[in-house]
């Protein structure tokens, strides 16, 4: 079975400063490992996916995630936040093999402060 | 640009009902997926086709069965809703490749349905 936690269910940060917000995952087999942001009353929104290379993955709007596969983590991070960065974000796993589908976290909700 | 659709973005039914939830792709993806968004819940699967005429059950099926007749659009329907299937539902597609697991999910705006 594959799985994925995020532990806060809400991270709070000042405009301008550092955010990063965390995953941790659990599957047999070689993980792939996806972020998605969604705004109010909208769908998901596809940030960055891991597969393979390099563990520091550069996705949409400047945000990047860090895979470590020693600490079985994805956490999402951006170097200076953005009010309009305000939104729920969800991790989600998959492997190389068998299941097509992706196990998404339960969110955390990214509140930027002005 | 990606373009997944949902029928309606917010529906009210009531109680034992027979409910249809559209959902049509552009992409020509081989991929379709049902899910369902609670608070704190996350996303969890309720279906998912790999190809026309095609399904497999996800995580929580119960209640739930899915339709594909046409390789764009994939229907869920709710044999006799009840007030426990009140949930955001989200449409999903993907590219088979290799299975399609490394390809990101294309999501629709999703669907609102309440249930009284």
């Known amino acids: 079975a594959q799985s994925v936690a995020q532990p806060e269910d809400q991270v709070n940060v000042a405009e301008g400063n550092p955010l990063t917000v965390k995953c941790t995952y659990s599957?047999?087999?070689?993980?792939?490992l996806f972020w998605y942001v969604q705004y109010p009353n909208r769908g998901l929104q596809f940030l960055l996916k891991y597969i393979t290379g390099d563990n520091l993955v550069k996705g949409s709007y400047g945000f990047e995630a860090e895979f470590n596969k020693s600490q079985t983590s994805f956490h999402l991070k951006k170097p200076s936040a953005l009010v309009s960065d305000s939104a729920l974000y969800f991790c989600a796993v998959n492997k190389d093999t068998g299941r097509r589908a992706l196990t998404f976290g339960s969110g955390t909700r990214l509140q930027v402060q002005p | 640009d990606v373009k997944v659709t949902q029928s309606s973005r917010y529906l009210v039914k009531r109680t034992g009902e027979k409910v249809f939830l559209e959902c049509v792709q552009d992409m020509d993806h081989e991929n379709m997926f049902w899910y369902r968004q609670d608070p704190g819940l996350g996303l969890r699967l309720i279906y998912f086709?790999?190809?026309?005429?095609?399904?497999e059950k996800g995580d929580i099926p119960e209640g739930y069965s899915v339709s594909r007749e046409k390789k764009e659009r994939f229907s869920l329907i709710l044999e006799s809703a009840s007030t426990n299937q009140t949930s955001m539902y989200l449409c999903?597609?993907?590219?088979?490749?290799?299975?399609?697991?490394?390809?990101?999910?294309?999501f629709g705006p999703g669907t609102r349905l309440t249930v009284t």
């Open positions: 086709s790999y190809d026309v005429k095609m399904k």
């Open positions: 599957v047999s087999g070689n993980p792939y």
């Open positions: 999903a597609s993907s590219t088979a490749f290799r299975g399609g697991a490394g390809y990101e999910q294309y």
